[in-house]
């Protein structure tokens, strides 16, 4: 199995592409005045749906030409940050989404969509349905491991990973398991394995450019962990080298920048990008940094975005939310809330770290489960040395 075969379907990683990027609702101030900048027509992805589109259209009933489709609006979700294309995904599957027992592409599908509104209990029975009729389905096994691992179950994350070995590249396995081992007491030698399996496999014809950016994306992050920014860096510019960014990376290497105090980087980068809340959220962050006249504007933008996802009673955003409000509003006592029922959902490393920073900001106590789990889990992390001095902790 190809590795785009079998990346095709993963997962939306959460927390970062399910922020909606609609606002409040706008009334413009002349009939002039540019709301939002379309898709070109001849954009290769447009041209993409329009073409599938037309063809399910002739086949309403071709299970495997929806899926196809899905999966293409599921990719565009992706790479651009725009939960709307979850909605078309979804539409798409209306016919067969609410069927007892669906063909097992559409329930793998579906997976995909549920995990990323972080309806992670139903996201796994899918799964699990899938896995039960089909146990050599590998996209279901590595959706199914980091569905797990989001949810700090690293023991059955890893059982997951280990059914890929027979049934996908031995990058994608090894990806799987070191990943998971970073997290869970195995840093340096995770970071270790997986930089040298990297540089094994990039040569691999299986191994196209969305999968390298995934891999060399979480080894910045595990060098980023480790305290090594030099090597962290390095990674982040193989990464972002290799194609187009998408939003995770460009999330994942905005935060790094913030880590790292170069904020004009950040500004740079993002300018251009903030169309996506996630995106938003970091270059205002990096305006804060350098006290620009510019980010009341932002802020405001942000305002309008989180206020609007209250009003649809959309809990997806919590994480990035309870960072707008700490960081960027200076409320801690609410950032600390949203950061406590995020936690309840989803246990990332960037769950864990706003968690302990609004709690430190506001009541240190409200930190002692998160702390718990820290040591319980043996979470490698400098990135939160400073936080845990704060409350004083020497984790």
């Not at 998971?180 to 970071?191: E, K």
């Not at 394995?193 to 014809?205: E, I, M, P, S, V």
């Not at 968690?355 to 489960?369: D, F, I, N, S, V």
Request: net charge positive; with cysteine; glycine share 4%.
């Amino acid at each position: 199995m190809s590795l785009s075969r079998l990346f095709s379907l993963l997962l939306i990683l959460p927390g970062l592409l399910t922020l909606d990027a609609q606002a409040t609702p706008f009334i413009p101030g002349s009939g002039k005045q540019v709301l939002e900048q379309l898709p070109a027509r001849t954009d290769p992805a447009q041209r993409e749906f329009a073409q599938l589109r037309k063809r399910l259209a002739e086949k309403p009933g071709d299970v495997l030409l929806a899926a196809q489709l899905t999966q293409a609006y599921i990719n565009a979700a992706r790479n651009d940050g725009d939960p709307r294309y979850l909605g078309y995904a979804q539409a798409v599957l209306k016919p067969w989404w609410s069927l007892p027992n669906p063909p097992v592409t559409v329930l793998v599908l579906r997976a995909t969509i549920l995990q990323s509104t972080h309806q992670f209990p139903q996201a796994l029975a899918d799964l699990n349905s899938v896995l039960k009729q089909d146990r050599n389905n590998a996209q279901a096994w590595l959706t199914r491991a980091t569905v797990l691992q989001v949810q700090g179950q690293f023991a059955q994350a890893k059982a997951s990973c280990m059914h890929l070995y027979p049934l996908a590249p031995e990058l994608v396995t090894l990806t799987c398991l070191h990943n998971i081992g970073s997290l869970n007491g195995d840093a340096a030698n995770s970071y270790l394995a997986l930089g040298t399996a990297y540089k094994k496999y990039q040569q691999d014809a299986d191994n196209d450019a969305g999968s390298k950016i995934w891999v060399s994306t979480l080894l910045a992050e595990m060098a980023a962990r480790l305290g090594d920014a030099r090597a962290a860096d390095s990674w982040y510019q193989t990464a972002l080298a290799l194609a187009t960014p998408d939003s995770y990376l460009l999330a994942s290497y905005a935060d790094f920048l913030l880590d790292q105090q170069r904020p004009s980087e950040i500004i740079k980068l993002l300018k251009d990008k903030t169309r996506v809340d996630a995106l938003l959220l970091r270059y205002a962050l990096a305006l804060q940094a350098q006290k620009s006249p510019l980010l009341a504007g932002q802020i405001s933008l942000l305002d309008q975005r989180f206020d609007a996802a209250v009003l649809r009673g959309d809990t997806v955003h919590q994480r990035e939310q309870a960072r707008y409000e700490l960081h960027l509003k200076k409320h801690p006592a609410v950032a600390l809330k949203l950061a406590q029922s995020n936690w309840d959902i989803q246990k990332e490393t960037a769950d864990l770290r706003i968690l302990l920073e609004a709690a430190a900001a506001h009541k240190p106590q409200a930190a002692a489960p998160a702390l718990a789990w820290l040591k319980k889990n043996k979470l490698q992390d400098l990135t939160l040395k400073s936080v845990l001095a704060k409350l004083g902790d020497n984790s």
